[in-house]
């Protein structure tokens, strides 16, 4: 079954401890992103990668550091968490070939930062 | 400020009637998507439309693209209880790979 896996889907966890949010996809996607959604602000991209190795910036990069060292996963790394970071973060992957770039999302990981 | 911005931020209606939801954005684009959540849940991609495209139908969904007005609506018709979701118009900015989402329409539909 194609899917975008996250783990955890839920985390609680106290500032400044490092955490890391998996991303895995089997769809052979070039593309994937990490998005953060808030209440009244909907989904702001944070990092996206067109490929392996190949990584840039979102609208909220502030935080967070990504890698793409495999093409199926995209992992979402917060060295020092923050209370402001408390969020519904996804995780997407896209399809580069072809015509239409279909975001595929991930189940969500809920995080909260006490 | 977002690109994308959805009208209303939320509407009820009843079980077969239409619903419309409109999607302003800022500059040029390659192409607009929309999309649904369920309550909490991941994101499902509905339809794309491309920037040289007018309308577009998928089942009981309807989109338009005006670039001129920088607009969009998605039409639901004959609405079904389980219609009820958010719904997110996403523009992907000319000559960048990001991709934009707006701020979401909440639908309910009551049976």
């Known amino acids: 079954e194609a899917q975008v896996t996250q783990n955890p889907r839920y985390l609680i966890t106290v500032t400044g401890k490092k955490l890391t949010v998996t991303c895995s996809q089997n769809m052979n996607h070039e593309y994937m992103s990490w998005y953060r959604q808030d209440p009244g602000l909907g989904l702001r991209q944070i990092y996206y990668?067109?490929?392996?190795?190949?990584?840039d910036k979102g609208d909220v990069p502030e935080g967070y550091k990504v890698s793409r060292k495999e093409k199926r996963n995209f992992p979402l790394i917060l060295e020092s968490p923050s209370p402001n970071q408390t969020s519904l973060y996804f995780c997407a992957s896209s399809s580069l070939q072809g015509a239409d770039y279909e975001q595929y999302f991930g189940p969500g990981t809920r995080l909260t930062v006490t | 400020s977002q690109q994308g911005e959805e009208d209303p931020q939320a509407l009820s209606i009843q079980e077969g009637e239409n619903a419309t939801m409109n999607c302003s954005y800022k500059?040029?684009?390659?192409?607009l998507q929309w999309y649904r959540q369920n309550s909490g849940r991941g994101l499902v991609h509905l339809i794309l439309i491309r920037s040289n495209e007018r309308e577009k139908h998928s089942g009981r969904l309807r989109v338009t693209l005006d670039t001129s007005k920088k607009s969009s609506s998605l039409l639901i018709t004959a609405s079904r209880a389980a219609d009820t979701a958010s719904y997110f118009c996403a523009t992907d900015l000319y000559n960048t790979d990001k991709l934009i989402f707006g701020t979401g329409t909440r639908l309910q539909v009551f049976p």
């Open positions: 990668s067109m490929n392996v190795e190949v990584t």
């Open positions: 500059t040029s684009i390659n192409n």
